[in-house]
C-alpha cells in the first residue's frame, strides 16, 4: 500500500531543534511581526498587572458605597486575571516579560489608574496622613478611563492578530469583551453618580466579586 504524504510532518524548523519555535515561523509566515506583537503584549498585561494594583486602592475609598465597591472588585480581579491569561502567550511566543517590577510598570501601556486628587510624589511612607476628600464621582471617572485604555489596547491587539495568529486572537479577544463589559459597568454607575441619569449596563451580580458568570466555560478563570 503507497504510504501517503505528510506534508506537514517538516518544515523550517529541523528535527529536534529547541531553539525554535514552530508556532512562531507559522506566524511570521503569515506576515507576523513576532517581536512587535511581544512587546505590544507586554505592554497590555503591564497594564493589566498595574490596574489591578491601582483598583485596590480605588476600591478601598470607595467605603460607603459598597455597590461600587463590589462591581470594582469584579473588575478588579478580572483584570488581574487577564494578566494571567496572557502572561504564558508571550512566552510561548519566545518572549518573556520584564524582570525587574518597575521596569514592567513603566511599560504598562496605560496611564496610571491613581486615586484622584492624592499628591503621589508625597505618598512614601505607606500610612494615612490625612483623610481622603475626593467623591465617588471622581474614582468612578478614574475607573472608567482606565477600561476604555483598555478597550482600545485589546482591540489593537485584536487587529493584528485576526486571520494570521489564531490563539493570540482568542485570548485578546476575550479579554476586550470582558473590558468592553467594565466600561458599561462604569458608565451606568458615574451616570447615575454624577448626573442622576439611568444608562443600564446590563450587569448581573455574581456569585462572589470576581466570578464571571459565564466563568465555568472559560478555562483561564478555572483553578
Keep these: ?22 508556532g512562531v515561523e507559522q506566524l511570521e509566515a503569515r506576515g507576523v511581526d513576532v517581536d512587535a506583537l511581544i512587546d505590544k503584549l507586554v505592554d497590555a498585561v503591564g497594564a493589566e498587572f498595574t490596574t489591578y494594583y491601582y483598583y485596590t486602592i480605588l476600591r478601598m475609598h ?7 465597591k463590589e462591581i470594582c472588585e469584579d473588575a478588579r480581579l478580572e483584570d488581574r ?6 502572561t504564558p502567550r508571550i512566552y510561548e ?4 516579560i520584564p524582570y ?50 483598555a478597550i482600545r489596547t485589546w482591540s489593537e491587539v485584536c487587529d493584528l492578530t485576526f486571520g494570521k495568529d489564531p490563539r493570540t486572537y482568542d485570548l485578546a479577544s476575550r479579554i476586550l ?3 468592553i463589559e467594565h466600561e458599561a459597568w462604569f458608565i451606568e454607575l458615574l451616570s447615575k453618580e454624577r448626573d442622576g441619569v439611568a ?17 465555568k466555560n472559560r478555562p483561564f478563570y478555572n483553578p
Excluded at 486575571?81 to 496572557?86: G, P, Q, S, V
Design 1 to 22: 500500500m503507497e504510504q501517503r504524504a505528510k506534508p506537514h510532518a517538516t518544515g523550517r524548523v529541523s528535527r529536534g531543534d529547541i531553539t525554535q519555535r514552530v
Design 62 to 68: 470607595l467605603a460607603g458605597n459598597e455597590d461600587y
Design 81 to 86: 486575571a487577564h494578566f494571567e491569561l496572557m
Design 93 to 96: 511566543l519566545g518572549g518573556t
Design 100 to 149: 525587574d517590577i518597575r521596569t514592567f510598570a513603566d511599560r504598562a501601556g496605560c496611564p496610571d489608574a491613581y486615586l484622584p486628587g492624592v499628591d503621589t510624589s508625597k505618598d512614601v511612607t505607606g500610612r494615612v496622613t490625612e483623610p481622603y476628600q475626593g467623591s465617588a464621582a471622581d474614582i468612578l471617572t478614574v475607573l472608567l478611563e482606565a477600561e476604555r485604555c
Design 177 to 179: 469583551q470582558e473590558e
Design 199 to 215: 444608562r443600564p449596563s446590563g450587569h448581573f451580580r455574581r456569585g462572589e466579586p470576581g466570578d464571571a458568570p459565564h466563568s
